[in-house]
């Protein structure tokens, strides 16, 4: 079945870096726009990244540009959020997304846990 | 930017109530607004796409419409499984998505 599977989050220090992975099955990856979304305790959803499905274009939220990094590997179905230079605000559940289309649903990972803190 | 105003910020409802969210686009975004539920520690669920099409297997008492940049989630009647929180979300393919602030509809 189509399935996103998040990994790599933890505890990081302020000013440290963490890479996210999110591995997808059950559909044709590089056929789809990927995206992470956040979502910080008790708050709300808020977009991070894009990425398109042949991975030449890309575009980030205003707070992390420039710190994070989107990219995706299609010939192993696996995309990659890497954040540098993390703040305590960057602390969030964070969600891997595939865009609908072709009739077929958006589908959302079940995310992975980032906390940022000294 | 496009900015989603959403309201209210929190809804307190009866089972069997109706219940309206509202989300205001800060410019027309044609029909492209979906709205989510979303439960605690859960990933946010699909209930609506394009304005007011209803995603398989949602229950009919959700709909949604659209009236120039102010889109509606109504449910009608409440059922018990619909307290938790409702985003809207403006969406195209291969750009950046802009999310609501959230309703929470409590009991």
């Known amino acids: 079945q189509v399935q996103l599977v998040e990994s790599g989050g933890g505890v990081v220090q302020p000013g440290r870096s963490l890479r996210l992975s999110c591995v997808a099955s059950g559909f044709t990856f590089s056929s789809y726009g990927m995206h992470w979304v956040r979502q910080a305790p008790g708050r709300g959803l808020e977009w991070v990244a894009v990425i398109w499905y042949d991975g030449n274009d890309k575009y980030y939220a205003d707070s992390v540009k420039g710190r994070f990094s989107i990219s995706r590997d299609n010939s192993r179905n696996i995309m990659h959020l890497q954040m540098n230079s993390l703040r305590v605000e960057d602390t969030a559940v964070y969600y891997c997304?595939?865009?609908?289309?072709?009739?077929?649903?958006?589908?959302w990972g079940q995310g992975t846990l980032v906390t940022v803190s000294s | 930017d496009i900015q989603m105003t959403q309201s209210p910020s929190t809804l307190s409802a009866s089972v069997g109530d109706r219940v309206t969210i509202t989300c205001r686009a800060s410019?027309?975004?044609?029909?492209?607004l979906a709205w989510y539920q979303q439960k605690p520690g859960k990933a946010p669920k699909l209930l609506i796409y394009?304005?007011?099409t209803l995603e398989n297997g949602v229950p009919s008492r959700f709909s949604g419409s659209e009236s120039g940049t102010e889109f509606t989630l109504t449910i009608s009647p409440l059922q018990p499984d619909d307290f938790a929180t409702y985003y809207c979300?403006?969406?195209?393919?291969?750009?950046?998505?802009?999310f609501g602030q959230g309703t929470k509809v409590e009991i």
């Open positions: 394009k304005a007011s």
């Open positions: 410019q027309s975004i044609s029909r492209w």
């Open positions: 979300q403006h969406y195209q393919s291969y750009s950046p998505w802009t």
């Open positions: 997304v595939r865009e609908s289309g072709g009739g077929d649903s958006v589908v």
